[in-house]
């Protein structure tokens, strides 16, 4: 059973474009979010996190929207760079469990 | 380098052999995490051991694989008598305080089962 669904699998956009990637969880019990960036040959990599007493959460280009009602987020990447260009995961956990459930990942490419 | 180590990065078994994984934590860290991260597919939980203790083994194949963290040294991941489904890319990952989070990985060994 798939806890974190994430959409969309693959994402194209242009150099300066935003892109905009969204997960949707299930257990409610969930209160961790974080993002994760992951280059070809290279371990995950933390990118920004938010938990769910706070709507929305900027870290410079990296901004994460968080909906409890709806048990959705999503990531916003602004003024999308070729460097940019990765495989982000979603992923959620709770209190009292350590282990992070992860979406099935989003494979950004962003053009020049 | 104070990041989370991983080796070897790449490792190929053939079916029936035994693969050892090895991970040091990030300095400070004693919390370690495996994960299995099959192609085309986002990472899926294993294991979660402090020095010397598994705290949660609720991801672990009942079968074949096993983990250890000892009081001294690097975490091991063993799978014995490899298949060639256990063929994936393996992290590692430690955090400093149970109930921190924040998880910070390792490269991953990239094993393959010939």
């Known amino acids: 059973q798939q806890q974190v669904k994430q959409s969309p699998q693959s994402l194209i956009v242009q150099k300066g474009g935003i892109s905009i990637i969204n997960c949707a969880y299930e257990?409610?019990?969930?209160?961790?979010f974080p993002w994760y960036q992951q280059f070809p040959g290279k371990g995950p990599a933390l990118l920004i996190a938010?938990?769910?007493?706070?709507s929305e959460k900027k870290e410079g280009r990296f901004t994460i929207s968080f909906n409890k009602s709806a048990k959705q987020f999503s990531l916003h990447i602004m003024d999308s760079q070729p460097g940019d260009s990765a495989t982000y995961f979603c992923?959620?956990?709770?209190?009292?469990?350590?282990?992070?459930?992860f979406g099935k990942g989003t494979k950004l490419t962003v053009n020049p | 380098n104070a990041g989370v180590m991983q080796n070897p990065r790449h490792l190929v078994r053939r079916r029936g052999q035994e693969a050892r994984l090895r991970c040091s934590p990030m300095?400070?860290?004693?919390?370690v995490y495996w994960y299995r991260q099959l192609p085309e597919e986002g990472l899926k939980f294993m294991v979660y051991?402090?020095?010397?203790?598994?705290?949660?083994e609720s991801g672990m194949p009942k079968e074949r694989f096993s983990a250890e963290f000892p009081k001294e040294g690097p975490s091991i991941l063993r799978i014995q008598q490899v298949v060639r489904g256990d063929s994936a890319a393996y992290f590692c990952?430690?955090?400093?305080?149970?109930?921190?989070?924040?998880?910070?990985f390792g490269p991953g060994t990239r094993l393959t089962v010939t």
């Open positions: 990952a430690s955090s400093l305080l149970s109930g921190d989070y924040e998880q910070y």
């Open positions: 051991l402090q020095k010397e203790n598994i705290i949660d």
């Open positions: 257990n409610t019990a969930f209160d961790y």
């Open positions: 938010i938990r769910p007493d706070v």
């Open positions: 992923a959620a956990t709770q209190g009292g469990s350590e282990k992070l459930v």
């Open positions: 300095k400070g860290h004693s919390h």
